[in-house]
């Protein structure tokens, strides 16, 4: 997977590991490019699957799944550090803190820290993806406009991102 490709899939398909083309009626595997077409029934193990289901097996089987191979992703793609990339997986462990801090050979309250950390990442890449589909849309309306065609009905930005309708986390700050 390169960087390239990422911006032309969605987050559902990279939380899936694979991405389905429906003029081609394929599955195709982000991470080596495998294809299964839909529409076929593939053996696995002595039983029949789907295209769908023989791809999430693949994944499974050749990537060991979608999170370590997400994980596994360079940093220039992932934007995650070595020590988060470890944290990371250690929390797929299902180790606490305690254990984590051992391993890691930090303590506690740092494993807590870089938690804390990840999870503000979170917000912050959920508010630039809105962000985004927000400048999207505006360019989209922008062109409407400027090809002489009438306002979209359906686009509402200012309502969707009007601070009111944010998380409570976000109310906390002033956005205005």
């Known amino acids: 997977m390169n960087s390239e490709n990422i911006n032309e899939l969605e987050i559902d398909d990279l939380v899936k590991g694979y991405k389905y083309n429906k003029e081609t009626n394929e599955y195709r595997c982000l991470f080596c490019e495998k294809i299964y077409e839909d529409g076929y029934i593939y053996e696995y193990n002595e039983k029949m699957v789907s295209a769908e289901k023989r791809m999430k097996l693949h994944i499974e089987e050749e990537h ?7 994980l596994g992703l360079e940093k220039e793609i992932s934007g995650l550090s070595d020590i988060q990339k ?6 797929a462990e299902q180790k606490d ?20 950390y990840l999870q503000k990442m979170k917000r912050q ?3 630039l993806l809105a962000i985004m589909e927000a ?14 065609i009438e306002k979209d009905e359906n686009l509402e930005t200012e309502k969707i991102f009007s601070i009111n309708s944010l998380h409570p986390f976000f109310t906390q700050y002033n956005l205005k």
């Open 64 to 70: 060991e799944g979608v999170f370590l191979s997400l």
């Open 86 to 91: 470890k944290l990371l997986s250690l929390l």
């Open 97 to 116: 803190n305690k254990e984590i801090a051992e391993e890691m050979e930090i303590t506690t309250s740092t494993v807590r820290t870089h938690k804390f």
């Open 125 to 127: 890449a959920k508010i």
């Open 135 to 148: 400048l999207e849309i505006e360019e989209k309306k922008d062109k409407k406009l400027k090809n002489g």
